[in-house]
């Protein structure tokens, strides 16, 4: 059964620094991987979804990279805000359409 | 972009009744609908995958009986908790794909606050 791993669990930083959240999972043999942000007691926005045949995904301050041989992933927020505080989710989708979601990342942006 | 929406957001109800939850796809048809449930800071768990008109597949561990699927359309499935105790306090997220911008990509819903009393 695929595991997917977050790390670290809970990151502070201050505000404008350049951060990077990682997401591991053991199977490899996936079809997506999608980054989402939970706000607490809300639902999840997508973020960014990388294709198993893609390396990396860019949306404004976000880039997501994926590593599929080594069941990597990271997401890199450039230039971080306040605004930016929330829990971030990685899932991986294997071929059979069920999603796998990760532990996530509690990220405080302090001002 | 696909909307998905849950209704209701918040339900409170006592224990050993039943309580429905509605989720909607505004602007696609999904074809398969998935139910989640997360507790106070964890991530989510899967607890069933239906695709409209079959039964659904519900993951180990999840108790067919209490949690009931539904997904009579390409709009709408439901999720009934029956005879709920305080240990279904969660909340509960659905998701939907099949016809969004992206078909292959799930859009989830606001998600239900159940609380059990």
């Known amino acids: 059964k695929q595991e997917v791993t977050q790390i670290p669990a809970a990151l502070s930083v201050p505000e404008g620094e350049n951060l990077v959240l990682n997401c591991s999972f053991t199977d490899s043999a996936i079809y997506n991987l999608q980054w989402f942000r939970q706000d607490p007691g809300k639902g999840l926005t997508s973020l960014l979804l990388?294709?198993?045949?893609?390396r990396e995904q860019t949306s404004g301050r976000l880039n997501a990279s994926l590593d599929k041989s080594s069941g990597r992933s990271t997401l890199y927020i450039a230039a971080s805000q306040p605004g930016d505080s929330a829990t971030y989710l990685c899932a991986v989708k294997n071929t059979g359409n069920q999603f796998y979601f990760g532990t996530g990342t509690s990220l405080t942006v302090i001002p | 972009g696909a909307v998905v929406s849950q209704h209701p957001s918040r339900v409170i109800c006592k224990s050993g009744t039943s309580v429905k939850i509605e989720c909607r796809s505004l602007d696609f048809q999904a074809t398969t609908m998935f139910w989640y449930r997360q507790f106070p800071k964890k991530s989510l768990m899967l607890m069933a995958t239906?695709?409209?008109?079959?039964?659904?597949?519900?993951e180990q561990g999840v108790e067919k009986d209490k949690f009931l699927i539904n997904h009579a359309s390409l709009t709408l499935s439901t999720l009934t908790v029956t005879s709920a105790h305080p240990e279904d306090s969660s909340f509960y997220i659905c998701?939907?794909?099949?016809?969004?911008?992206?078909?292959?990509?799930?859009?989830f819903g606001p998600g239900t606050r159940l609380t059990v009393t």
């Open positions: 990388i294709q198993s045949s893609q």
């Open positions: 239906s695709n409209e008109g079959s039964k659904a597949t519900y």
């Open positions: 998701s939907a794909s099949g016809g969004g911008p992206n078909s292959y990509e799930q859009y």
